[in-house]
């Protein structure tokens, strides 16, 4: 069974600089989608990024990148220039061929002014 | 705004009684998923419905079950409530053959 790891329960970052977040998942799948979701306090889950496990470059979203290594089964996040309203649960995901999705427990981020 | 609804926003029944939580998916979403939140995980995937029938399943007994319509609604009945179903359960609706989900705000069940 897929399993999604976030070893940062919780994590803080000041206004305008640059965070990462980290997730590792397990799989023994070739074909999947990973994903990162922000659950902001009013709790609707949007989706912050995305990626294809069969491409090789890292997706990008703006100011939101992953650093995807399919070897190591890794696949973080990195916030730069980060804002007040970056501040939310963040969610790694793993999306199976067969369209199971998985969540690691989440990742509280906290943008200081 | 993701386009995807849910009803009621809270809930509170009793153990034993059994619920009904609804989901509005955005138009010509065909796949819809629900999906159990507890208080400070993160969600686990209960079952998927994709035209009306449902195509996969998490590990959640049958007690949870489903229902989608040809409107692009669905509802997630849960009998024989427990105490451990109190949690926030969201629903997604995807577009077949697409991976990405969008997400209704949830429902707040509380089972006292």
């Known amino acids: 069974a897929q399993t999604v790891t976030q070893s940062q329960p919780e994590m803080s970052v000041q206004e305008a600089e640059t965070v990462t977040l980290s997730c590792t998942y397990d799989?023994?799948?070739?074909?999947?989608?990973l994903f990162w979701y922000k659950q902001p306090p009013s709790r609707q889950m949007i989706l912050v990024i995305r990626?294809?496990?069969?491409?090789?470059q890292n997706a990008t979203e703006n100011r939101f990148s992953v650093n995807f290594q399919k070897a190591a089964k890794s696949f973080s996040l990195k916030i730069s220039d980060s804002q007040l309203g970056d501040t939310a649960m963040y969610f790694c995901a793993f999306m199976s061929a067969s369209g199971d999705m998985r969540f690691g427990a989440g990742t509280r981020l906290t943008v200081k002014p | 705004e993701t386009g995807v609804t849910q009803s009621p926003t809270h809930l509170i029944k009793t153990r034993g009684q059994q619920v009904t939580l609804r989901c509005s998916s955005q138009?010509?979403?065909?796949?819809v998923s629900w999906y159990q939140q507890a208080l400070g995980q993160g969600p686990q995937f209960i079952f998927q419905y994709y035209r009306e029938e449902e195509n996969g399943r998490g590990n959640f007994p049958p007690r949870f079950s489903g229902l989608q319509f040809p409107n692009y609604s669905s509802e997630l009945n849960v009998n024989a409530l427990e105490l451990d179903d109190s949690a926030l359960y969201l629903c997604?609706?995807?577009?077949?053959?697409?991976?990405?989900?969008?997400f209704g705000p949830g429902t707040r069940l509380t089972v006292t």
């Open positions: 799989t023994s799948e070739s074909n999947y989608y």
């Open positions: 990626q294809e496990a069969y491409k090789q």
């Open positions: 138009s010509g979403h065909n796949t």
């Open positions: 997604a609706s995807s577009l077949e053959g697409t991976d990405e989900q969008y």
